[in-house]
């Protein structure tokens, strides 16, 4: 082989290297939904929407959860622990006996199902809450 083929050889491998850490480094991470259901119990899905649960209480899995994927907001009320994500919102909520329940769902479902909570609170995640215009008929016309 010459020595211009090695180089070009070389480089293929080079690429295809930094193509492969790449890939890794982009995907490879997997994601807040991937990490609650390999870590807390399967109870049920609906869709896009799925519910696990967990013994710990809810403000130790909200912390586990937001510690391992750093939310882009994060809201709490005495029903819960709400994380916003950019195409999921997790809920944790106390359960009755003890432990939580943990709500996994993409973000319209996620704002339909905790409106009463998070409405006024979050916007979509592109940008803020509502807008007001103001003034009366007419206005900002």
Do not use: C
């Amino acid at each position: 082989m010459s020595n211009r083929a090695h180089i070009v050889l070389g480089l293929v491998v080079a690429v295809l290297g930094a193509a492969l850490v790449l890939g890794v480094m982009v995907f490879g991470r997997g994601n807040v939904r991937d990490h609650v259901s390999q870590r807390y119990r399967f109870v049920q899905r609906d869709g896009r929407s799925a519910v696990y649960s967990s013994p710990e209480a809810p403000s130790k899995v909200a912390g586990d959860i937001a510690k391992k994927w750093e939310p882009a907001d994060r809201l709490s009320d005495p029903s819960g622990f709400f994380l916003r994500y950019r195409s999921d919102i997790v809920a944790v909520t106390p359960e009755p006996g003890g432990g939580s329940r943990i709500f996994v769902d993409d973000e319209d479902r996620g704002y339909a199902r905790w409106y009463p909570v998070v409405g006024g609170n979050w916007g979509t995640y592109s940008g803020g809450g509502e807008g007001f215009r103001g003034g009366g008929p007419g206005a900002g016309k």
